[in-house]
């Protein structure tokens, strides 16, 4: 592969990939009902080339990629393969044109194992029946290709968010793509698990397949993408070789505003511990682990996936069983069977799935954030509905959760909002200790500075929060203190987080 040293010589090595690209989507516009969502949005794409598709949730990138696919047909514009018009709005003339997508939302039969998800409906057979042999075998050859380790005998439920994602990239692995489009596919991985993957990019890179990248994690934008394509509010802001941009302008570019920083400062005023736990331990996952929280304060709980970060989680908000081990809040032991008790005590967890376990995505907004306070909305077991407005609607302005009607399905809504619901779920019942878990997940920049805005707020109220992360940059970022873990134990504390480093957490995650 040709190697380019200055960003004049890209531009120039590139405007001749491009002058017969593999892909051109033309003056791509699509509207629902009255609603325009992309206007005259144009891209072209080169094989071997690696292009970030970048915007705030809701700018139109899932769009975008969806009239890609044939999912949607476009209102205006057309879509050329190798310079051949693709039919619009068919999802099989697109596979045809060897156009894969690994979505962010997962497409898995829970209930099928790892080779029977890869494999269904292009099935190996042997004599009338699946040849199940081989494809295990094949299935272990992708999964060495990412440098992950699957329980391929296990049905897909009962896999780790990571390890489920890893299953959807190797879905598309196996086939013959010509064009594959990557929307947050890191998004659960370990940094192990991302050099798996970016070794694989880059092999399918080697051979012509183009990608278009989509990720809210800028690092990975500059790391591994050749151009990068800015949408905002459904049309194109600016397109241009990576070398071009700086971190600051391209989230500038993507919000339409000028951020001060990217982690918002502020005065730490820490003050007794709120949360404690000495001993916590269930076994395989989490090995005698202890841990403080003050007031005041954010602790940073990381390490690599399968560390046993979540799983302290679930056993201080009660959604596990501890083996052994005890959690005080104020000094006092506390007594924590059930998440019931854990919210009654003043403890609340912001899941990092929060789709499947924070929200009930199909009933209103409204509704999700009364579920758990339902005592305070109820006279004579009915709801009063002119209370539980009010108090969402406080929460609404003070959170800045953008939605058209409380009434609408929480699925309907973007990933910042989604957590800006379940925050404010959990402000109402005055939790004192707030676990966020992954808490800017799949969500934009914007959208980011936004939450970490927001927990900046909740310890200048005197909260103790615990933040469950694997961005080493939002660690260092916003904690005061970071704890990290390795096969369920923890293996350091990391008190000086201004001189830290990201090699020193990893050094630690990896003993």
């Known amino acids: 592969m040709k190697v380019v040293d200055s960003t004049s010589e890209f531009m120039t090595d590139h405007a001749n990939k491009l002058a017969s690209p593999l892909?051109?989507?033309?003056?791509?516009?699509?509207?629902?009902?009255?609603?325009?969502?992309?206007?005259?949005?144009?891209?072209?794409?080169?094989?071997?080339?690696?292009?970030?598709?970048?915007?705030?949730?809701?700018?139109?990138?899932?769009?975008?990629?969806?009239?890609?696919?044939?999912?949607?047909?476009?209102?205006?514009?057309?879509?050329?393969?190798?310079?051949?018009?693709?039919?619009?709005?068919?999802?099989?003339?697109?596979?045809?044109?060897?156009?894969?997508?690994?979505?962010?939302?997962?497409?898995?039969?829970?209930?099928?194992?790892?080779?029977?998800?890869?494999?269904?409906?292009?099935?190996?057979?042997?004599?009338?029946?699946?040849?199940?042999?081989?494809?295990?075998?094949?299935?272990?050859e992708v999964f060495e290709q990412l440098g992950a380790k699957i329980p391929f005998e296990t049905p897909c439920k009962n896999l780790t968010v990571a390890e489920q994602q890893l299953v959807e990239i190797g879905k598309a692995l196996l086939v013959q793509s010509r064009l594959i489009v990557m929307d947050e596919p890191t998004a659960a991985l370990s940094p192990q698990e991302v050099e798996g993957l970016f070794r694989v990019i880059r092999e399918l890179k080697s051979q012509g397949i183009a990608i278009i990248y989509i990720s809210h994690r800028l690092n990975e934008i500059f790391e591994i993408c050749d151009r990068i394509m800015i949408l905002r509010d459904g049309k194109h802001v600016a397109t241009g070789p990576t070398a071009q941009w700086s971190r600051e302008r391209l989230i500038e570019q993507m919000v339409g505003r000028t951020l001060d920083q990217e982690f918002p400062k502020r005065t730490s005023n820490i003050g007794e511990v709120a949360l404690s736990a000495t001993g916590l331990t269930r076994r395989p996952k989490v090995k005698d682990v202890s841990l403080s929280v003050r007031k005041g304060e954010i602790v940073a709980l990381t390490g690599l996936i399968?560390?046993?970060?979540?799983?302290?989680?679930?056993?201080?908000?009660?959604?596990?069983?501890?083996?052994?081990?005890?959690?005080?809040?104020?000094?006092?032991?506390?007594?924590?069977?059930?998440?019931?008790?854990?919210?009654?005590?003043?403890?609340?967890?912001?899941?990092?799935?929060?789709?499947?376990?924070?929200?009930?995505?199909?009933?209103?907004?409204?509704?999700?954030?009364?579920?758990?306070?339902l005592g305070q909305m109820t006279s004579w077991t009915a709801i009063q509905s002119e209370r539980e407005k009010d108090a969402f609607h406080k929460y609404r302005e003070q959170l800045n959760i953008?939605?058209?009607?409380?009434?609408?399905?929480?699925?309907?809504?973007?990933?910042?909002?989604?957590?800006?619901?379940?925050?404010?779920?959990?402000?109402?019942?005055?939790?004192?200790?707030?676990?966020?878990?992954?808490?800017?997940?799949?969500?934009?920049?914007?959208?980011?500075?936004?939450?970490?805005?927001?927990?900046?707020?909740?310890?200048?109220?005197?909260?103790?929060?615990?933040?469950?992360?694997?961005?080493?940059?939002?660690?260092?970022?916003?904690?005061?203190?970071?704890?990290?873990?390795?096969?369920?134990?923890?293996?350091?504390?990391?008190?000086?987080?201004?001189?830290?480093?990201?090699?020193?957490?990893?050094?630690?995650?990896i003993r």
């Open 23 to 140: 892909l051109r989507m033309e003056g791509i516009g699509k509207s629902f009902a009255s609603v325009s969502v992309l206007e005259d949005v144009n891209l072209s794409l080169a094989q071997g080339e690696i292009l970030a598709l970048l915007g705030e949730n809701g700018a139109g990138k899932s769009t975008l990629m969806k009239i890609l696919c044939g999912i949607h047909p476009p209102t205006s514009g057309a879509i050329f393969i190798d310079g051949d018009r693709l039919q619009s709005g068919k999802p099989a003339a697109a596979a045809q044109a060897g156009i894969r997508v690994i979505h962010q939302e997962f497409n898995l039969i829970p209930s099928l194992t790892v080779p029977e998800n890869l494999f269904l409906g292009q099935e190996s057979s042997l004599l009338g029946g699946i040849n199940q042999r081989q494809e295990t075998a094949r299935a272990r």
């Open 306 to 373: 399968g560390s046993g970060r979540t799983e302290v989680a679930r056993l201080l908000f009660g959604a596990d069983s501890l083996d052994a081990g005890t959690i005080s809040l104020h000094g006092k032991p506390i007594t924590i069977r059930n998440p019931r008790q854990a919210i009654a005590s003043g403890i609340c967890l912001l899941t990092e799935d929060r789709k499947s376990q924070g929200l009930v995505v199909n009933q209103s907004v409204l509704h999700n954030f009364s579920l758990p306070n």
């Open 402 to 509: 953008r939605l058209a009607d409380i009434h609408q399905p929480a699925r309907t809504l973007s990933g910042g909002n989604q957590q800006k619901v379940v925050l404010a779920k959990w402000l109402q019942r005055q939790s004192e200790v707030v676990i966020f878990d992954e808490p800017t997940r799949g969500i934009d920049v914007g959208a980011k500075y936004e939450i970490y805005q927001l927990m900046n707020q909740l310890v200048a109220e005197g909260k103790a929060i615990l933040m469950i992360s694997s961005e080493l940059p939002e660690v260092l970022g916003m904690a005061d203190r970071i704890l990290v873990m390795h096969e369920g134990r923890l293996t350091g504390e990391i008190t000086d987080v201004e001189n830290a480093t990201q090699v020193q957490i990893m050094d630690l995650a």
